[in-house]
């Protein structure tokens, strides 16, 4: 099984993370998924909790769409 696992990214705009399947990058999301518009996460906890859903629903075989719904479950700050 390939190891899967992600690392926070942060420029002058805010936090996004990677998600890497064995070693090499899979998603890079500099910005907060499912909104309009491009802004960055606010926090890295904010942007690795996503990051962590993410995973958990690669590695569950389902596609690794983040929604709305999903964000206001994670009490993402937007």
Do not use: R
Not at 19 to 35: D, E, M, R, S, T
Not at 42 to 71: F, H, R
Request: proline residues 5%; glycine residues 8%; positive net charge.
């Amino acid at each position: 099984m390939l190891k899967v696992e992600s690392l926070p990214l942060h420029d002058i705009s805010g936090w996004g993370y990677e998600i890497l399947v064995g070693g090499k990058i899979f998603i890079h999301q500099q910005f907060i998924p499912a909104i309009a518009g491009k802004k960055a996460f606010l926090t890295k906890e904010d942007a690795m909790k996503t990051a962590s859903l993410v995973i958990k629903k690669l590695v569950g075989n389902q596609p690794p769409a983040i929604t709305c719904n999903d964000l206001d479950s994670l009490k993402i700050s937007l």
